[in-house]
């Protein structure tokens, strides 16, 4: 038996990082908005700074919504998909920003004009064989202002490199123009991180400290970042980290018009006859609702989005929700983060206190800020130098040849060498491409009965292109900074479940190859919008999670100046 | 917090740890028996009391110290993953090893919480490792040299000890990465969750220890070597209680 509830003005399905910042404007401008998520409020008091329960166990996650989901993966339309370990994501309010790592990215120019800058740098010739990418249907330009509001909504510090044009060599200098500095400084360095910066001057490039949404000083009336070490996969027991169920989520409660229901799980969104969204279906324990809304917005993660709507079939959509041009799932792709590069070095680093999101950044490698013509690929990858070492990690460490990984003669090495070691992160250009896909996979389900997704998805030739040159860099790198051993990950090939998952519903002008418009809301179903990195056509080199939110509000602001049109 | 009701118990399983202690770590080494009938067993933990194979499971020469110390693992089991769990983290002149860190009821209680779909991998593995050392060495696991010992954990490592009728499931090599996994978490993760007694895998890492604010002149203490390390659990921090 179905409970239908009072109608609303909006329904957003997942109070997450994009979620939870779209609530905020609409809240703000009266409008009645209802937020379904499928886990519960979870505080500082839960985030022990705990490796095992972090980094090792379910952490205190006490819906597991996402991990029974977990999609399904395979390399090729050719092979078998088996399903995921583990899923990604989190359920909470707040989503995965309660435990990201929280790095605040805004997107380089260039890859919102990959097909028009490539075409005229290069040649037309030069877009890889088989990707579908296609440009942003507007440029870095008109998400500024978005950029701007959320890096003061949501807390982001961070060393400006581009003031209107003005270039500051503290910052990234290869950054778009801002229209004013971070809010707040960014985060502190280490001598580890000194060093690693003197050493990237020294080979010429460009090093600065990276953007977090993390506080680097009081805001909003919460502390500074107390370093405490154990900040990737942790939430933070001093709310230094700006999650969006501290920061823009109870603000929007506060304003009286957001309600946000707890351990909603959302199945399907209903459709009229005519074609537009009714309202959402979703579950707590045995208990089934349909709210009304005016308007739907959906902001769960990539493959939930993909699945919602691929779940949603009805006489107006008998391929899913807002598929009648066949293209929800496609353009989907993982960001290229792994191909790392692992450095020993015969000194200690004093690892122990620091957090993913402080560090030191390299660009000079990175979009298209260095000359490609005789290069075999285009796009590059952000060099990343950070803090990151918790003691079970580190006694797991690469011996790299000197001794085996147990025993006696490992406890003296391990005694030695616990703090010299490093790992790189570098993130790379990838593109959508014709055969990666996700769609509803044939055998797996849920406990629910419902598909779980199925990921088929490969990098190709320039994303492995792209890894090899970079490892080359990051080896120079360490070996400036002193490095005695170097160890690479292999290139990549089977894309997987990620935790930056993009594509799916892509954002574009023309509805034969987009789901969503420019601002977000759908070719087909006027009163359905979608947020989240499911709308982005490309990755850049950099962490989606603030191009999300930009566009997240940007979608919501559209909404409250043309509720007419798309509401009613 | 709300959501942690019905999640942690009255009586943390950190309050019976400090009064049961290193002395339980100690109970779980074979040879340690007579040592350890004298003190309190380390089962009281309120989530793991009354599960399990206690007692009746166990042959009855070897069940007096183990049936009241472990709840997942038969005698027989913890004798030989005792053994081998003593060659990859061994006592030493550099320090105390994973028997001595508790890492035996690490694993033991691990068994009853997240990792209980592991139970089964253990059971069969660890009767694989001792079949594998009856064909290829002449005797049970726990009954070789320290040197023999490491060479059947070297063959297990690599999965050179996958044969036929020895019952690795999967492969030795997963047999042996899920119990070095586990271990490893066991000594140098959090006490409250039964290893790590003693701090001793912090101890061997040097690693200064859980804190929840790090000030620039700490880091600048580390960085000079000069800042004392902490030794507290992260939940002795009252907050997270």
Same mark, same amino acid.
Request: glycine share 12%; hydrophobic share 35%.
């Given at each position: ?385 950070? /803090? ?5 990690? +580190?006694? &797991?460490?690469?011996?790299?040849? %000197?001794?085996?990984? @147990?025993?006696? =003669? ?123 990195? /499911? ?5 850049? +080199?950099? &962490?989606?999670?603030?191009?999300? %939110?930009?566009?997240? @509000?940007?979608? =919501? ?12 | ?241």
């Amino acid at each position: 038996m179905t409970t239908q509830l009072r109608g609303t003005d909006v329904v957003i399905v997942g109070m997450g990082a994009a979620g939870g910042v779209a609530a905020l404007p609409l809240a703000e401008a009266g409008l009645s908005v209802v937020g379904l998520e499928a886990g519960t409020w979870l505080d500082q008091r839960d985030f022990a700074p705990d490796e095992i329960r972090n980094n090792y166990r379910d952490w205190p996650m006490l819906v597991k919504k996402a991990e029974q989901e977990r999609p399904t993966s395979r390399a090729t339309s050719a092979t078998r998909a088996n399903q995921i370990g583990g899923h990604p994501m989190m359920n909470a309010v707040g989503g995965t920003t309660l435990h990201y790592w929280a790095q605040s990215w805004r997107l380089n120019p260039w890859d919102f004009q990959v097909v028009t800058e490539t075409t005229a740098r290069y040649g037309a010739s030069r877009i890889p064989y088989g990707s579908t990418v296609e440009d942003w249907p507007f440029g870095y330009d008109e998400l500024e202002p978005y950029y701007d509001r959320v890096e003061r909504e949501v807390g982001i510090s961070g060393q400006a490199g581009n003031v209107r044009g003005r270039i500051n060599s503290r910052g990234n200098r290869f950054e778009g123009p801002r229209e004013r500095d971070f809010p707040m400084p960014p985060l502190r360095w280490t001598a580890f991180h000194d060093r690693m910066a003197e050493a990237a001057r020294s080979l010429g490039w460009s090093p600065f400290p990276g953007p977090a949404a993390i506080n680097s000083e009081a805001y909003q009336n919460r502390p500074g970042c107390g370093y405490h070490g154990f900040c990737n996969k942790g939430g933070c027991p001093i709310n230094a980290k700006n999650a969006t169920h501290i920061t823009t989520i109870p603000r929007a409660v506060d304003t009286g018009n957001l309600t946000v229901i707890t351990r909603a799980h959302v199945t399907t969104l209903e459709v009229g006859s005519d074609g537009r969204v009714t309202g959402v279906n979703y579950v707590v324990g045995s208990n089934e609702y349909f709210q009304p809304a005016q308007v739907v917005l959906v902001a769960s993660y990539t493959y939930e989005n993909v699945r919602m709507l691929l779940l949603s079939k009805s006489r107006a959509y008998p391929d899913g929700l807002s598929n009648n041009h066949g293209q929800v799932g496609r353009h989907y792709f993982s960001h290229h983060q792994g191909a790392g590069v692992g450095a020993f070095f015969p000194y200690d680093l004093n690892s122990w206190y620091g957090l993913p999101a402080q560090g030191v950044a390299v660009d000079d490698w990175a979009d298209d800020n260095f000359d490609h013509a005789d290069l075999g690929f285009i796009g590059g990858g952000n060099l990343w130098i950070m /803090s990151d070492r918790r003691p079970i990690s +580190a006694a &797991n460490m690469g011996t790299y040849g %000197q001794s085996r990984n @147990w025993g006696s =003669a490992w406890k003296r090495f391990i005694h030695e060498n616990s703090d010299r070691t490093h790992g790189s992160y570098i993130q790379k250009t990838t593109l959508p491409y014709e055969d990666n896909y996700l769609d509803l996979d044939p055998t797996v389900t849920d406990p629910l009965g419902l598909p779980v997704i199925r990921i088929t998805g490969q990098f190709k030739d320039n994303e492995r292109a792209i890894a090899g040159f970079m490892q080359d860099k990051m080896e120079d790198w360490y070996r400036e900074a002193g490095a005695i051993e170097i160890n690479r990950g292999g290139l990549g090939n089977t894309m997987g479940a990620s935790t930056h998952a993009y594509g799916g519903t892509r954002m574009g002008d023309d509805p034969e190859t987009n789901v969503v418009d420019r601002w977000g809301f759908s070719h087909e179903a006027p009163n359905l919008g979608v947020l989240g990195a /499911s709308v982005m056509g490309t990755s850049g +080199a950099r &962490n989606p999670t603030l191009t999300s %939110q930009a566009l997240a @509000w940007r979608t =919501a602001a559209h909404l409250v100046e043309s509720w007419r049109d798309i509401a009613e | 917090m709300t959501d942690s009701n019905g999640r942690r118990p009255a009586i943390s399983r950190r309050d019976l740890l400090r009064t049961a202690g290193a002395a339980g770590a100690a109970a779980l080494v074979p040879g340690a028996v007579a040592a350890a009938t004298e003190v309190t067993p380390a089962t009281a933990s309120p989530e793991v009391a009354g599960q399990g194979p206690v007692g009746s499971a166990l042959p009855a020469e070897t069940a007096p110290f183990v049936a009241r110390a472990l709840t997942n693992l038969t005698a027989r089991e913890a004798e030989i993953l005792s053994a081998m769990v003593d060659r990859l983290i061994p006592s030493d002149e550099m320090g105390p090893g994973a028997l001595d860190a508790g890492v035996l009821r690490y694993i033991d209680r691990a068994l009853s919480e997240a990792e209980s779909d592991a139970a089964d991998a253990y059971r069969a593995g660890l009767a694989a490792l001792d079949t594998y050392s009856r064909y290829t060495r002449g005797g049970p696991f726990i009954d070789l040299s320290t040197v023999d010992q490491d060479s059947v954990l070297i063959d297990v490592q690599i999965g050179a000890a996958t044969g036929a009728g020895v019952g690795f499931v999967g492969g030795s090599g997963s047999f042996f990465n899920m119990v070095k996994s586990h271990t490893w978490q066991g000594m140098f993760g959090d006490p409250e969750y039964g290893g790590n007694v003693n701090f001793a895998g912090w101890d061997l890492l040097d690693y200064p220890g859980v804190r929840l604010g790090v000030s620039p002149q700490d880091q600048r203490d580390l960085e000079a070597g000069q800042l004392e390390p902490v030794r507290r659990s992260a939940y002795d921090y009252g907050m997270f209680e």
